[in-house]
């Protein structure tokens, strides 16, 4: 019985190979992995925002933006006879499959910390001896997931607080030593420092068990909405008026959220 998945995949195969041949879109074939770096990104983000917005029609198609861009990757690394499409698809199956012996081995039932204990303990192997326990962290992410990302690989072999008590006190401490740097006036040093606070901040959040990007762009969403709010409500511009009364309109906004359905 022919697999339903198929024919999509093949298809989109074919016009990538149709966009990219001698007749096909001039922007298409002046592309390169540097010049599709941006979209890469652009798309991941659109598909995160339908994920968060719950909109399943989007979510369909910003993935099928983002499979585009592995597909045209793909396709310029076949042309440089590097590997093609379905090497790629090979390789993610090989390492599932061999990341994956309870399942795929000998089976055996196993907790979901179990499984991620173990899948980490075969990713270091497969890296050698002088792997690092941070390493798979791509330096591309967003600062704030890249923090996450490495106190959690950090934490697994224990090198963490016990409670959320040691990063909120961190953070106190991490502010004081913000303060210091701040009547010093030393504006290398009071970066480095703010890092520090921000660092600690993470830790809470991942001690919490919230992503600390996640809600980070939910806080964004709230003050863009709240002051969207504030502009349509105001009867003079914005900046004409003063501390009290821009307090005042922001405490309004906030107010007519709570009696949002």
């Known amino acids: 019985m022919t697999d339903s998945r198929l024919p999509g995949i093949l ?15 001039p922007w298409d074939r002046a592309q390169s992995h540097q010049s599709l770096r941006p979209f890469l990104l652009e798309e991941t983000f659109e598909f995160l925002e339908s994920l968060d917005d719950g909109d399943v029609p989007e979510m369909k198609a910003e993935l099928g933006d983002l499979l585009f861009q592995v597909v045209f990757h793909a396709r310029i690394k076949q042309e440089e006879a ?3 499409f379905g090497d790629v698809a090979q390789a993610m199956t090989d390492k599932l499959l061999r ?3 309870h399942v795929f081995g000998d089976p055996k039932e196993q907790t979901s910390k179990e499984a991620w204990k173990n899948w980490e303990q075969l990713k270091k192997e497969e890296r050698g001896p002088d792997a690092s326990v941070l390493d798979g962290v791509p330096k591309a992410l967003p600062a704030l997931a890249r923090s996450q990302r490495l106190q959690d ?7 963490d607080w016990p409670t959320v008590d040691g990063p909120l006190d961190k953070i106190i401490e991490e502010v004081e030593e913000l303060r210091t740097e701040i009547k010093r006036g ?12 921000l660092f600690s901040v993470v830790a809470v959040s991942r001690h919490l068990e919230i992503n600390s990007e996640d809600v980070l762009r939910e806080a964004n969403s709230k003050f863009d909405r709240r002051f969207r709010h504030m502009e349509k409500h105001s ?12 307090e005042e309109l922001w405490e309004q906004a906030k107010s007519s959220e709570r009696w949002r359905p």
């Open 186 to 197: 030393k504006k290398k040093n009071i970066a480095e420092e703010f890092g520090d606070l």
């Open 11 to 25: 298809q989109l195969l074919e016009v990538m190979d149709k966009l990219r041949s001698e007749g096909g879109c």
């Open 153 to 159: 690989k950090a934490a697994r072999i224990g090198f």
């Open 235 to 246: 009867e003079a511009d914005l900046k004409e008026l003063g501390p009290d009364q821009l």
């Open 82 to 84: 590097a590997f093609h």
């Open 99 to 101: 990341r994956h012996p």
